[in-house]
């Protein structure tokens, strides 16, 4: 299995100008090469990232001297990287690749591992030397890459090691997650875990340094300035974000071999431009990608449940449906006087979460030994149990 462990930089000032530098070359290198691509397909011929190696280091002594001054990766990874690019686009599995701006893209050059050496705290790049590493690798095995990135302000290496696969010994036990914009997930062990509470200061400040930034003229070294304030503050979101769903992810795979979530319409979502919805619709899209690899990488499963499974609006122990439901609602209250929950106020993302466990368990093929009531873990231990 791969693995990868993102650290972030310390470099000098020079240091930081060759990242800049071999970032640069990558970039350069990349639009020379879809340039030719697309020169060459036009005119009927069928380019090749090997062709197209071959001719760059043709007229790379004559033309572009420069791109020796860094690592050779940052030259000769950028043309392997459009040829697969253009292999996943021909299989309808990507976009057409396009070229890279300087102010859009994020800069980035990729090491082989015959390109690095690892030390304690620190990372041997050819042509720089030692950089220093504000953490230690967390994993053992056989690096296999890496990629230097820059993001605000700050330069982080992204290392890939390849690691032994995880064998999971527990048993596995079942949970259902309902997923929102309003509370981040509930559980159906009556957990919650909210969304925007904790970043209520950081968005307002945010807000306030977008609305510097629209403020200042263009091209000024002020607006300079307060750009980078703005990426500075997004950066941080994000990682307070991604902490809180890494913690969330480690701990339900840890602990639940089955895992019940709804198959969220993520392009849909994406389409509001509210600046706090556009954070948690990112998160959601995280969360399910983090659960489902740390699930799977433990032997667990997590099954998706159908976006028009109606989880909301369905009692959750008799099976009633309120069907004129309102989004606005956000208390079931189950009208069927057979029922044990009868009139009783249950919480709306709660009634669903159990819902999409049941949903998840039927999908495998376990749902009629639940033993219907509260849906608690234990429950749940006692089918996985008889199954
Ligand atoms: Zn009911």
């Not at 253009?86 to 800069?107: D, I, L, N, Q, V």
């Not at 392009?267 to 509001?272: A, R, S, V």
Request: aromatic share 10%; hydrophobic share 35%; proline share 3%.
């Amino acid at each position: 299995m791969i693995r990868a462990h993102k650290i972030r930089l310390h470099p000098t000032p020079e240091q930081a100008n060759y990242f800049a530098k071999a970032a640069g070359t990558s970039r350069f290198v990349w639009n020379w090469a879809l340039a030719e691509w697309n020169r060459q397909y036009a005119a009927g011929e069928k380019p090749t990232a090997l062709k197209l190696k071959k001719q760059f280091n043709e007229i790379r002594r004559e033309q572009f001297p420069w791109t020796w001054e860094v690592t050779k990766n940052a030259s000769d990874q950028p043309i392997l990287d459009l040829g697969k690019a253009f292999t996943a686009f021909f299989e309808g599995k990507a976009r057409r690749p396009k070229f890279k701006s300087k102010k859009r893209s994020k800069p980035s050059f990729y090491l082989a591992n015959d390109q690095m050496e690892r030390g304690d705290h620190r990372v041997w790049i050819p042509k720089l030397g030692w950089v220093n590493m504000a953490e230690n690798l967390r994993f053992q095995g056989k690096i296999t890459g890496a990629r230097v990135t820059r993001t605000a302000d700050w330069w982080f290496i992204a290392i890939t090691v390849e690691v032994p696969d995880m064998q999971s010994t527990k048993r596995p036990a079942a949970i259902g997650i309902d997923v929102g914009l309003n509370r981040l997930v509930t559980l159906s062990t009556g957990e919650e875990y909210e969304n925007q509470a904790f970043l209520k200061t950081a968005l307002g400040k945010l807000r306030q340094a977008n609305k510097r930034l629209h403020r200042r003229k263009q091209g000024s070294k002020n607006r300079e300035k307060a750009r980078r304030q703005v990426a500075r503050l997004h950066y941080r979101i994000t990682c307070m974000r991604e902490d809180v769903l890494h913690k969330l992810t480690t701990r339900l795979a840890n602990c639940y071999g089955i895992i019940g979530i709804e198959d969220l319409n993520l392009k849909g979502l994406l389409k509001n431009r509210k600046l706090a919805r556009s954070f948690s619709d990112a998160s959601l899209g995280k969360l399910l990608n983090l659960l489902t690899s740390k699930v799977e990488q433990r032997g667990g499963q997590v099954m998706k449940v159908g976006r028009f499974f109606p989880s909301s609006k369905t009692c959750h122990c008799c099976r009633w449906k309120w069907e004129d439901m309102a989004v606005s609602d956000r208390v079931f209250l189950c009208q069927n006087q057979k029922c044990a929950y009868y009139q009783f106020e249950q919480d709306r993302d709660y009634n669903a979460s159990l819902n999409i466990l049941r949903e998840a368990l039927h999908l495998i093929g376990l749902v009629d030994q639940v033993v219907s009531g509260t849906g608690s873990d234990a429950d749940v231990n006692l089918v996985m149990d008889a199954g």
